[in-house]
């Protein structure tokens, strides 16, 4: 199920930081993509969150710090 959430989560950072270069990996943090700053944060998670239809609390988004870990929390809700 991972593979076809970091599918779901490259075309979702692609679209809202208009980049059709992102690919992301476990280890990718915001300082490794390019316009992944603190508002760009806000529209991921509100995308993310409608993609998969949950929702994610402030505490956990705060606690993120790699791509990896955002996965961790969208299998945790699935």
């Known amino acids: 199920?991972?593979?076809s959430?970091?599918?779901a989560l490259n075309q979702?950072?692609?679209d809202v930081l208009d980049?059709?270069?992102i690919n992301l990996s476990p280890d990718t943090t915001a300082?490794?993509?390019r316009g992944w700053d603190s508002l760009a944060h806000i529209n991921l998670i509100l995308a993310i969150?409608?993609?998969f239809k949950v929702r994610f609390a402030t505490t956990e988004i705060g606690g993120l710090s790699n791509v990896d870990e955002l996965v961790s929390l969208i299998?945790?809700?699935v």
């Open 1 to 3: 199920m991972s593979d």
């Open 5 to 7: 959430i970091y599918a």
């Open 12 to 14: 979702i950072f692609r």
């Open 19 to 21: 980049n059709d270069e």
């Open 31 to 33: 300082a490794d993509v």
């Open 49 to 51: 969150e409608q993609h």
């Open 75 to 77: 299998q945790a809700q």
